[in-house]
């Protein structure tokens, strides 16, 4: 952290109006198992999961349903017990409303459970062990980005992380699953956390927690009390203090470079929800099928925190949550900063589902977009340093190369820059197109790549075919002078013979 | 014979100094341009820019009489880079990139006749006599070069499917 900031606070970020009272406030619900839940094969970052089921078969709650695939993937589990009905392509919960694979599950309404391995005392294991534990059990990290837990896990124990850091931030407005799950489970959570710390090997674990949940902190400190290792830091109320980067700044007071890793200053960042989905997994063999949700928004009945499993469509949890009082302006999957607009309700939960929020007219508050006006809040706001006005300009004009000069690759996409603007530019947006399209002009250049390669395979192969037929005509030619040869100097001797 | 060996080294090395120093001051700057722009197209020799194959394109857009657009299969990645590796201004929002295609065999057209699989520059067509033939997706380039050597016309030209790892979030309008 720099001097300024040590005596003048805090200059990055926004503070918007949460909005998160009184929906987390209110008593956590559990929703009950849908008729029918769509699967996604695809929850986490990385590779889709492999079905490893088949259309008919019978499944109890926690059965494995699909393998993963390639390095980075993760399992996925039967959220109840049912029969598989299909696999096919469904609607993604995903802003574009493109199909994705699920695994389509009947509920036989019982719920059951299968056969669950625990484990009475996970401190006698292995850390590879717990690792593997955690893989088997398809544990993603809760936050918003999916990425594999046990991965992550492993990755830090061979890179020696000296300091866990729980996210326990929830910068996001609307959101507070992670409060309510601080609040009601905190042993849970803290037992994941040392779980975790046994895992990677770090020393000790600091849960940041954002200074507007002090009954989350104080369930926290209690539940804490008797493991030095483990400490609640609470951090001011600020967007993005979630964000993994800022969080390791203001906790640590180390920066992690541009293009490096928190590994790379001795961190690891989890999720607070990651902590309780280990306890889970190690203690009871639980593998992560549900999830607590925030279901919140001017149009949601009973805004509040509920269980849902995962696969229920977004549209089952909004009609548990009290229905709909009116016509939601948009419908967004996360929080409403970082998160996706869903095309229409009938998609599915995922693990990485914090919140689904039905929000009106006066909370989406569209305005029409005007030039910029170079006032340079968004530069002020944005937390990384980065120059959005700058950015945005040469991705306006097809510019990729110049916005990636300016830091396009550095912007963690937190939307503060598009929240402060007085024109209303929508700059995360630009940034999130020119990422997708350097993403697709990087995968051109690797199969035009490939494909050159094969070109020049091809050729070599036509040139040894032309060179092979060309020598095998040459030696059948010697062959048949040879033969030719033979004969005739074997015919002379017939001939000598007959004149003897 | 002393004179006429020191007339001649002096000749020689002012003659050698006067044409290093014109090596040095007449030196024509010649950039292998033409090598490296070979090196960034596809070098499948499609043929679909009009030019006898990819070095023949080469040679065309160094003189500069074939516009960076040239390639089809290239797209509009390799368009930009032409362009810049050629300092051309070029307005990519103008070019109507209706994304890449690859061909598809028909099953039930497909005879197994295997002429197509001979004309494919990147052996990406699997098939044998009598067989139905396939295309492998990650080889395929898009060149059309199968196509016209189709008897039955199964060989098409298809868009690519957009997927959910694919897609790229719309850019938004300009104010």
Same mark, same amino acid.
């Given at each position: @952290?720099g001097?300024?900031?040590?005596?003048?606070g805090?200059?990055w970020?926004i503070?918007?109006?949460d909005?998160?009272?009184?929906?987390?406030?209110?008593a956590t619900?559990t929703?009950p198992?849908p008729e029918?839940l769509?699967v996604s094969?695809? %929850?986490h970052?990385?590779?889709?999961?492999?079905?490893a089921v088949?259309?008919g078969q019978?499944?109890k709650k926690?059965d494995?349903l699909?393998?993963p %695939?390639g390095?980075?993937?993760?399992?996925i589990h039967a959220?109840?017990?049912g029969?598989?009905?299909a696999i096919?392509?469904?609607?993604?919960?995903?802003?574009?409303g493109?199909?994705?694979?699920a695994?389509?599950l009947?509920?036989?309404?019982?719920?059951?459970w299968a056969e669950l391995?625990?484990?009475?005392?996970p401190f006698?294991?292995e850390p590879? =062990?717990i690792?593997r $534990?955690?893989?088997?059990?398809?544990?993603v990290g809760?936050g918003?980005?999916?990425f594999p837990?046990a991965l992550?896990?492993?990755?830090? /124990?061979?890179?020696r992380?000296?300091t866990?850091?729980?996210?326990?931030?929830?910068?996001?407005?609307?959101?507070?699953?992670?409060d309510?799950? @601080?609040?009601?489970e905190a042993?849970?959570?803290?037992?994941?956390?040392?779980? *975790?710390?046994?895992a990677?090997?770090a020393?000790?674990a600091?849960?940041g927690?954002?200074?507007?949940?002090?009954?989350a902190?104080?369930? *926290?400190?209690e539940?804490?009390?008797?493991?030095a290792e483990?400490r609640?830091r609470?951090?001011p109320? $600020?967007?993005?203090?979630?964000?993994?980067?800022q969080?390791?700044?203001?906790?640590?007071g180390?920066e992690?470079p541009?293009?490096?890793r928190?590994g790379?200053?001795g961190v690891?960042v989890h &999720?607070?929800?990651?902590?309780r989905?280990v306890?889970e997994?190690?203690?009871h063999?639980r593998?992560l099928?549900?999830?607590?949700v925030?279901? &919140?928004g001017?149009?949601?009945? /009973?805004?509040?925190?509920?269980?849902?499993?995962?696969?229920a469509?977004?549209?089952?949890?909004l009609?548990?949550a009290?229905g709909?009082?009116?016509t939601p302006e948009r419908?967004?999957m996360?929080?409403p *900063?970082m998160? @996706?607009?869903?095309?229409?309700a009938?998609?599915?939960?995922? !693990?990485?589902t914090s919140g689904?929020?039905a929000?009106?007219?006066?909370q989406?508050?569209?305005?029409?977009?005007e030039?910029?006006?170079?006032?340079?809040?968004?530069?002020?706001?944005?937390?990384?340093?980065?120059?959005p006005?700058e950015m945005?300009?040469?991705i306006?004009?097809?510019d990729? !190369?110049?916005?990636v000069?300016?830091?396009?690759?550095d912007?963690?996409?937190?939307?503060?820059?598009?929240?402060v603007c007085?024109s209303?530019i929508?700059?995360?947006?630009?940034f999130?197109h020119?990422?997708g399209e @350097?993403a697709?002009?990087?995968r051109a250049?690797l199969?035009?790549e490939?494909?050159?390669?094969?070109?020049?395979? $091809?050729s070599?192969?036509l040139?040894?075919e032309?060179?092979e037929?060309?020598?095998?005509a040459?030696?059948?030619k010697? =062959?048949?002078?040879a033969a030719?040869?033979a004969a005739?100097?074997?015919s002379?001797?017939?001939?000598?013979?007959?004149?003897? | 014979m002393?004179a006429?060996?020191?007339?001649l080294?002096?000749?020689?090395?002012?003659?050698?100094?006067a044409?290093g120093i014109?090596?040095?001051?007449l030196?024509v700057?010649?950039?292998?341009?033409q090598?490296?722009?070979e090196a960034?197209?596809p070098?499948?020799?499609?043929? %679909?820019c009009?030019?006898?194959?990819c070095?023949?394109?080469?040679?065309?857009l160094?003189?500069?009489s074939?516009?960076?657009?040239?390639c089809p299969?290239g797209?509009?990645?390799l368009a930009?880079a032409?362009?810049?590796k050629?300092g051309?201004?070029?307005?990519l929002s103008?070019?109507t990139?209706?994304?890449?295609k690859?061909?598809?065999?028909?099953?039930?057209?497909c005879i197994g006749?295997? $002429?197509?699989l001979?004309s494919c520059?990147?052996?990406?067509?699997?098939?044998?006599?009598? /067989?139905i033939? &396939?295309?492998?997706?990650?080889a395929?380039?898009g060149?059309?070069a199968?196509v016209d050597h189709?008897p039955?016309e199964a060989v098409?030209?298809q868009?690519?499917?957009?997927t959910l790892?694919h897609?790229?979030m719309?850019?938004?309008l300009?104010?």
């Open positions: @952290m001097l300024m900031e040590k005596f003048f805090l200059s970020g503070h918007p109006e909005h998160k009272r009184p929906a987390a406030d209110a619900r929703m198992v029918r769509f094969l695809s %929850q970052i990385g590779a889709p999961a492999r079905p088949l259309v019978q499944v926690g494995k699909a393998d %695939q390095a980075v993937s993760a399992a959220p109840t017990s029969t598989v009905t096919g392509e469904i609607p993604a919960p995903h802003p574009s493109l199909p994705v694979l695994i389509t009947e509920s036989d309404g019982k719920d059951e391995q625990g484990c009475p005392d006698a294991l590879a =062990e690792s $534990r955690v893989a088997a059990a398809g544990v809760l918003g980005a999916t837990a992550k896990l492993s990755l830090s /124990q061979k890179s992380v000296s866990l850091i729980m996210n326990g931030g929830e910068c996001e407005p609307y959101l507070s699953c992670d309510r799950l @601080m609040r009601d042993a849970a959570i803290v037992d994941g956390i040392r779980l *975790m710390l046994h990677t090997g020393s000790e600091l849960v927690i954002e200074d507007n949940k002090p009954e902190i104080a369930a *926290m400190s539940a804490a009390r008797p493991y483990v609640i609470p951090v109320a $600020r967007y993005p203090m979630g964000s993994e980067k969080l390791i700044l203001v906790l640590t180390q992690v541009a293009d490096g928190p790379d200053v690891v &999720n607070v929800g990651t902590a989905a306890h997994a190690i203690r063999g593998p099928v549900s999830r607590l925030t279901v &919140n001017a149009c949601v009945g /009973q805004p509040g925190n509920i269980f849902v499993p995962v696969g469509l977004v549209e089952e949890v009609a548990f009290g709909l009082k009116k419908l967004i996360g929080g *900063m998160g @996706m607009s869903l095309p229409h009938r998609v599915p939960v995922v !693990k990485g689904i929020l929000l009106d007219a006066a989406v508050a569209d305005r029409a977009q030039p910029c006006i170079r006032c340079a809040s968004c530069v002020r706001a944005c937390p990384i340093g980065l120059l006005l945005a300009r040469h306006q004009v097809g990729l !190369k110049g916005a000069g300016v830091g396009l690759k912007c963690i996409a937190c939307g503060c820059c598009a929240y007085p209303h929508p700059l995360v947006q630009y999130a020119a990422k @350097m697709a002009q990087e250049r199969r035009a490939a494909t050159r390669k094969l070109a020049q395979a $091809r070599e192969r040139e040894r032309a060179r037929k060309a020598e095998l040459a030696r059948r010697a =062959e048949r002078a030719a040869a005739a100097s074997a002379p001797a017939v001939t000598e013979g007959a004149q003897a | 002393l006429a060996i020191l007339s080294t002096i000749l020689g090395a002012l003659l050698g100094l044409l014109a090596s040095r001051l030196h700057e010649t950039p292998p341009v090598a490296e722009l960034m197209l070098g499948t020799n499609c043929g %679909q009009g030019f006898p194959g070095s023949g394109a080469a040679a065309a160094a003189e500069g074939a516009p960076p657009t040239c299969p797209g509009k990645a930009a032409i362009a810049e050629l051309l201004s070029l307005d103008s070019l990139d209706e994304g890449p690859l061909a598809t065999i028909a099953e039930d057209l006749c295997c $002429r197509c001979k520059p990147t052996d990406a067509i699997l098939g044998a006599p009598k /067989q033939h &396939n295309i492998l997706k990650e395929c380039t060149c059309a199968c189709c039955t098409v030209m868009p690519v499917p957009v790892q897609w790229v719309p850019k938004p300009a104010a």
